[in-house]
């Protein structure tokens, strides 16, 4: 499929050469013609208005006006004689020729790449901007037929090259890279032609959706699998901590009864909470009187008190 072409802006259009109006051009165009027409009127003889409106179309045709960002290409007899502006310039009626405007502002061109393949055969479509300008007008006058709609072709076929050598996740991942290389791409075939390329931006990668959901469960699923791996190394370390913490208790039986009944409060410190321990747990570690006096501080916080009824 071949590649969407984008349309070109207003300033790429003008640079062919069309007919421009400017004040100095309309003033010796009027004058005479007025003049000519005053002397018919006083002399009765039409000859002097068709005389006098030959002259001034003849004479609005020599001044020319650029403006600051314009290079006028001028030919003379069909040779090129050289670039004329910003600002004032004549030329030389029917002999003398402005064959283009040539702009060097940045320019902005968008151009694609549509239902094209990667080196791992998906079918993309990439959207990007091209950020270009003429640096040498006589070149882009003279060395090419149109540069704009040049640049905009070898823009769009330097972006398939990539992309035909390019995997789809380096496509996705290495956009700086690929930008990079697009942009010297194609400034080396502009270059010839007077332009140069300032920056190359992608705007957009879209892939099929089908894939799109394939790579959404892959994602989700590589996210999984790292949940529980990191489960698992939580796990290792609580067990290593566990086997640290046994192996303090079983030289220390009294740090192990205090850690004991240090849980024993913190489950019945909360109202209403109910702990079942082994009677055996209660014997080994004497805590029969401990045990009757929580279950009595917690039958108190249970019960209400009559005086506050």
């Known amino acids: 499929m071949l590649p969407t072409i984008q349309g070109r802006s207003t300033e790429e259009r003008s640079s062919r050469a069309t007919p421009r109006a400017n004040v100095i051009a309309i003033t010796m165009g009027v004058v005479p013609a007025a003049v000519g027409v005053a002397l018919t009127v006083l002399d009765n003889n039409p000859l002097w208005a068709i005389v006098g409106v030959l002259s001034g179309a003849l004479l609005a045709q020599a001044p020319k006006v650029a403006r600051q960002w314009e290079r006028a290409v001028v030919l003379r007899l069909g040779k090129y004689t050289g670039l004329q ?104 075939r502009s270059n010839p032609w007077g332009v140069t390329v300032q920056s190359v931006e992608m705007r957009d990668v879209i892939i099929p959706d089908s894939l799109q959901d394939a790579m959404s469960r892959e994602a989700q699923a590589s996210r999984e699998k790292q949940a529980r791996v990191i489960l698992g190394q939580a796990e290792v370390e609580i067990a290593h901590s566990f086997q640290e913490a046994a192996r303090s208790y079983q030289d220390n039986p009294t740090a192990l009864h205090l850690r004991a009944m240090n849980m024993l409060y913190e489950g019945l410190k909360e109202k209403g909470a109910l702990m079942l321990i082994p009677s055996s747990a209660v014997e080994s570690m004497g805590m029969g009187g401990l045990m009757g006096s929580a279950a009595l501080m917690q039958q108190k916080l249970t019960t209400p008190n009559p005086e506050t009824k």
Not at 124 to 133: E, I, S, Y
Not at 147 to 176: F, H, K, M, N, P
């Open 85 to 188: 502006g910003p600002g004032l310039f004549w030329i030389i009626p029917f002999i003398d020729a402005v064959s283009s405007w040539i702009d060097q502002r940045v320019i902005t061109t968008s151009f694609a790449a549509e239902q094209t393949l990667t080196s791992d055969t998906v079918p993309v479509n990439v959207d990007a901007v091209l950020f270009w300008m003429v640096y040498d007008p006589e070149k882009a006058a003279l060395e090419v037929q149109d540069y704009a709609q040049a640049v905009s072709w070898a823009s769009q076929t330097a972006l398939r090259d990539i992309i035909g050598r390019t995997s789809l996740t380096d496509l996705l991942r290495g956009r700086e890279r690929i930008e990079e290389e697009l942009q010297h791409l194609i400034d080396a």
